[in-house]
C-alpha cells in the first residue's frame, strides 16, 4: 500500500506562505486556541515528516538543537519529535534535528521511493518548490490548506502555487478553527 502524502501549508487569503517585514507576529498573530490544539492533534498522529533543504534549514535555526527548549511551543516540539526525511542535494550530515535522515537526489524520485516504503503517512509542512514538483509528477495526495484571515498584498512572501501547474480540487474535509481560521483539505488531480 502506498503512504498518502500531505501538502500542508499555512496562507494568507491572497496566498501568501509568508511575510516580508511588518510586526503580525507567528502565523500572522490569528493563533487561537483551536488551531493550536488542532495542529497539535495533527503532529501526534504516526507520520513521516518531508522537508525540502531550505524549509528545514529554517527549522533548524528556530528549533535545532541550539534553540532553548523552554521557549519552543508544544506544536513544534511535537512537530520535531516526529521522524523526518530532508530531501537536499546540498545538505551535508549530520543534520541538527532529532530522528532525521539525509535523502540526496531528485525530491521526486526520493518522494515516489518514500510512499512505496513507508509504514506511515508522509506530511510536508513548507517546502514550496518541492512540493510543486511533487505536485506536478502526481506524488501528493493531499493539499492541506490552512487560511489565516489577513491579506498581505505589501508584505506577502512566497506565493505558495506561484509557477505551479493546474490542478482540479476536491475538497474532502473543511473546518473552521477561532471561528476565523479555515482549514481546507483538498485532493489535486492535474488538469492537462
Keep these: 500500500m502506498t503512504a498518502v502524502y500531505t501538502f500542508d501549508i499555512f496562507s494568507t487569503l491572497d496566498g501568501f506562505a509568508s511575510y516580508d517585514g511588518g510586526d503580525w507576529g507567528g502565523y500572522w498573530g490569528k493563533q487561537g486556541p483551536e488551531f493550536l490544539d488542532r495542529r497539535l492533534a495533527l503532529y501526534g498522529e504516526q ?3 518531508v522537508f525540502g533543504a531550505n524549509t528545514f534549514r529554517q527549522m533548524v535555526e528556530l ?3 541550539g534553540a532553548d527548549e523552554s521557549t519552543i511551543d508544544p506544536v513544534n516540539g511535537r512537530m520535531r519529535s516526529l521522524p523526518a526525511t530532508v530531501v537536499s542535494t546540498t545538505l551535508e550530515g549530520p543534520l541538527d534535528w532529532p530522528d532525521a535522515t539525509l535523502a540526496g537526489g531528485d525530491a521526486v524520485d526520493v518522494v515516489a521511493r518514500l510512499k512505496d516504503e513507508s509504514d506511515v503517512p508522509l506530511r510536508s509542512n513548507g517546502s514550496l518548490s518541492m512540493n510543486r514538483a ?3 509528477a502526481g506524488l501528493v495526495d493531499r493539499v492541506q490548506l490552512t487560511i489565516f484571515p489577513v491579506i498581505t498584498g505589501r508584505t506577502g512572501a512566497e506565493p505558495i502555487f506561484q509557477g505551479a501547474a493546474d490542478f482540479d480540487l ?4 473543511s473546518r473552521t478553527l477561532d ?3 479555515q482549514e481546507l483539505v483538498y485532493r489535486p ?3 492537462g
Design 189 to 191: 488531480t492535474r488538469r
Design 47 to 49: 507520520q513521516r515528516m
Design 63 to 65: 528549533l535545532g538543537s
Design 134 to 136: 511533487l505536485l506536478a
Design 170 to 173: 476536491e475538497l474532502i474535509e
Design 179 to 181: 471561528g476565523h481560521t
